[in-house]
């Protein structure tokens, strides 16, 4: 199939699936742009593998085959030039259990787990679920871009800091970190001794080619073997639905310490995900990249129209189809002032940063754009009030 043949701006009605973005709203004029997935049917490869897999009929207990553990291992080279081993790879239900797993498996009750803020929310409750304390470090604007805030990363540190929790590229800011902000963090865990958790699930959607991700455990062997990187087919091939991750984990020790964390806990990945994964990563590099193509306008568009808009800023994004918006306007509740206006967007809040509401723009450009004038004319009527 070529590039074209995938329409990206067919509107598919998702209500009455259950769908959680779209139920928030049920009955209302809203347009939900809030959790994180997109409203494109998945890549023809992946319909097409779980089609054949369903007329097959019969669901047992699945491991990952051997297909596709050689199917990560050549994604990760092609994609990123990182050469894994086979054994260096576990598979998890979803990548939230993953945060979850790393948190129990390392340190003790009452150890602490540094992240940068605003964050995907997990990275917060985490920690917490896991009898672990969270220090939250506010990462900075530097001119307009949002950074790990270095020094104040180093004096959060405490001797009970054991893992560090790295977003990249980075939820809700849409930042790619580059090799040399990378080899700065991975330089402070290795002076304080930490294990670093980096949640890659973002890195098939680094929407500029002079912007390429980065695997931190790419940087060299020691920050390798000190590193467990999460990553999954469900962000970029909008399969969130479908549960299934992976974690990479050079250390053969580290490998022990998560499979010990997660025994009777973590169950199996479903047939499905894993039929959907290996057709996401061998097949679907075309769909891939038309999609990637589609949102990078996307991204363009809310950048332009939210730019035009004095009370509210924007960031660049390299990566995700996140925006993270702040709202310079005295809005006491901004997503429920938004939701007034027919626009679910999501809370700063629940990131860990008030003042601010992320926008998923991974949906079709006349809804997008239906969306965007919703926000404009909410706001012009708010300053001519
Ligand atoms: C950074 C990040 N990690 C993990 C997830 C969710 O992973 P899963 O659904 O596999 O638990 C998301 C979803 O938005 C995310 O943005």
Not at 113 to 121: K, N
Not at 193 to 203: F, G, N, P, Q
Not at 226 to 252: I, Q, Y
Not at 281 to 292: C, G, K
Request: aromatic share 8%.
């Amino acid at each position: 199939m070529s590039k074209t043949e995938f329409d990206f701006d067919e509107v598919i009605d998702r209500r009455d699936t259950a769908a959680v973005k779209w139920d928030k709203y049920v009955g209302r004029d809203v347009i939900p742009m809030w959790v994180a997935d997109m409203d494109f049917r998945s890549a023809p490869a992946i319909i097409e593998a779980l089609k054949q897999r369903v007329d097959h009929g019969v669901f047992g207990y699945t491991d990952p085959s051997q297909e596709l553990n050689d199917a990560i291992v050549a994604a990760l080279e092609r994609d990123h030039g990182w050469k894994i081993r086979h054994e260096w790879l576990m598979w998890l239900p979803g990548l939230v259990s993953g945060i979850n797993l790393v948190c129990r498996a390392i340190g003790e009750d009452g150890d602490d787990v540094v992240t940068a803020i605003p964050v995907y929310h997990p990275f917060l409750s985490g920690p917490v679920h896991q009898r672990r304390t969270v220090t939250r470090v506010p990462m900075r604007l530097q001119g307009t871009q949002w950074v790990w805030d270095l020094e104040r990363l180093e004096t959060a540190i405490t001797p009970r800091t054991k893992l560090l929790l790295l977003c990249n590229p980075h939820n809700p800011v849409g930042r790619v970190f580059t090799r040399e902000e990378l080899s700065d963090i991975a330089r402070i865990a290795e002076k304080h001794d930490l294990v670093i958790s980096s949640d890659e699930i973002h890195c098939g959607l680094a929407l500029d080619a002079d912007k390429p991700h980065v695997p931190i455990a790419t940087l060299n062997n020691d920050i390798a073997v000190r590193t467990v990187t999460l990553m999954a087919a469900s962000k970029t091939f909008n399969l969130p639905g479908l549960g299934c991750a992976f974690a990479v984990v050079p250390n053969a020790e580290l490998r022990v310490r998560l499979t010990r964390a997660a025994a009777g806990i973590l169950p199996r990945v479903n047939a499905m995900g894993f039929v959907a994964t290996l057709a996401a990563y061998r097949d679907s590099r075309q769909w891939q990249t038309a999609l990637v193509d589609y949102l990078r306008v996307n991204r363009d568009l809310v950048r332009a129209r939210i730019g035009e808009i004095s009370e509210l800023s924007i960031a660049p994004i390299e990566a995700t189809y996140l925006a993270w918006i702040r709202v310079d306007a005295p809005i006491p509740d901004p997503v429920s002032f938004f939701e007034t206006a027919g626009i679910g967007l999501y809370d700063g809040r629940v990131f860990g940063t008030e003042g601010h509401v992320r926008l998923n723009f991974g949906c079709p450009r006349s809804v997008l754009e239906q969306g965007l004038d919703r926000i404009r004319r909410a706001m012009g009527a708010r300053q001519s009030s």
